[in-house]
């Protein structure tokens, strides 16, 4: 087998990628070791950048997005027992978010390439790259038991954080940047209309909680919790209690409903280092982690591949590396702002188990001065809706 673009990850990054491509008639198979079942039912975050947004419908998967999608124009951020309203639009020039599951989003994608007959392996193992320091790199799997070899010009390692890509380059080549957190979210998907309609960030001493949603129908709701807390200690009943709890105010009421869904994600930030080896490219999760505080990961990933597709197709067309070599240094520029922000978000929202009054007093001081000054709520509205240029 060979292609132009071996694509590794169904994810949006992979899927996005090969539909860029696509659109400019280069050739790209992608390779995903989950089932599609999978891939399609993984419950992930839901705010799409208005960038995010434009690219999607430019790149023709953007119909459902653009009838189903959520416009938002603002956000809440709550503390001390008031909320308060950050107007994003009125604070960016006119920007939006959109709410807009990630797991439609790759559906969408999903649908889109097999509807026109293109290559996406779902269920391949024992993925691996190879020769990614030659200008014939290829990658070995297997599929219905047998045993493949692609050969590519360009590998893209679209494979997530856990992905076979980014550890196959060579020790020394990649630096690593990285933080954890003492702390998880537990989040559900609850069958009850969202009790507000934009999305709520929760300060509160019993740790932090959000508000979002799915649709007018479904709520999608966080509360912080251990990194490695045991879902069977937390019955319904419970969550709702804490949600009510962290989210209560005063003449506000939390509609509870049936909890269709629920999971513990980790929060870690972390970054690598040339996002290139060679002929084999990174994008999203593959080569960088933020905390979902500030709803940046899959608007990196999609930005990513952006570039990546831009740069492959300009090789292709004239010739010239200048573009691929570029790629790890503009995409960096653009992650590790929003990991600033990520993690800023994270620190001013969450309790700190080990914190003392300081921490908190700090907390509290910088809340309110981002819901008082106009130049702090710019700040945060523009980093949050996705800076233009980074
Ligand atoms: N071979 C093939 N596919 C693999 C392998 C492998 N060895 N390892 C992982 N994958 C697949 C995963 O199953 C997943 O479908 O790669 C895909 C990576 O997708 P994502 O993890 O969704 O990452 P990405 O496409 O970069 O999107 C980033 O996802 O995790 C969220 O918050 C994150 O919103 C961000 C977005
Ligand atoms: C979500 O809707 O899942 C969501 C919203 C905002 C975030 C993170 C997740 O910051």
Redesign the pocket.
């Known amino acids: 087998m060979r292609t132009q673009v071996g694509i590794v990850g169904a994810g949006p990054a992979g899927l996005t990628l090969a539909q860029l491509l696509h659109r400019q008639g280069i050739e790209s198979v992608v390779l995903e070791n989950r089932s599609r079942e999978y891939v399609e039912h993984r ?5 799409l950048e208005q960038g995010t947004v434009d690219l999607l419908v430019e790149a023709g998967i953007g119909e459902r997005l653009q009838r189903e999608g959520l416009v938002h124009h603002g956000i809440g951020i709550q503390f001390d027992g008031e909320r308060h309203r950050i107007p994003l639009s009125e604070l960016t020039d006119g920007r939006t978010i959109v ?1 807009y ?1 990630q797991t439609e989003v790759v559906r969408d994608l999903v649908r889109a390439r097999l509807a026109e007959g293109l290559p996406l392996l779902f269920e391949v193992a024992d993925v691996r790259v190879h020769d990614l320091d030659t200008d014939r790199p290829g990658i070995r799997f297997t599929h219905d038991g047998a045993e493949h070899a692609l050969a590519c010009d360009v590998v893209a390692g679209c494979d997530g954080y856990h992905g076979v890509c980014r550890p196959s380059i060579p020790a020394g080549v990649i630096s690593e940047f990285s933080r954890e957190y003492p702390f998880g979210w537990l ?1 559900i998907l609850a069958d009850v209309a969202p009790s507000n309609d934009e ?1 709520v ?1 929760a300060h509160n001493e019993r740790g932090f909680a ?1 508000l ?3 649709s007018l129908e479904l709520s ?1 709701l ?1 509360v912080q919790c251990r990194p490695d807390e045991d879902l069977a200690e937390w019955p319904d009943d419970r969550i709702w209690e804490e949600l009510q709890l962290r989210l209560g105010l005063e003449g506000w009421t939390l509609h509870e409903g049936p909890v269709l869904e629920r999971g513990v994600t980790g929060m870690r930030s972390y970054v690598a280092e040339p996002m290139r080896y060679g002929r084999l490219f990174l994008a999203g999760d593959a080569a960088h982690i933020v905390p ?4 940046k990961g899959l608007n990196l990933a999609i930005h990513d591949v952006r570039v990546l597709a831009e740069a492959i197709v300009a090789w292709y067309r004239t010739g010239s590396t200048t573009l691929l070599d570029a790629y790890s240094d503009a995409c960096l520029r653009r992650v590790w702002r929003a990991e600033h922000f990520s993690w800023w ?1 994270t620190s001013m929202l969450h309790r700190l188990e080990h914190d003392d009054d300081f921490g908190l007093k700090l907390q509290l001081s910088q809340l309110r001065y981002v819901t008082s000054s106009h130049a702090a709520a710019v700040s945060l509205a523009e980093n949050y809706v996705g800076l233009e240029r980074v």
């Open positions: 419950v992930r975050a839901g705010v709410v599951g989040g999305v960030y959000l979002s949603m799915r999608r966080y979902p505080t500030g709803a978000m």
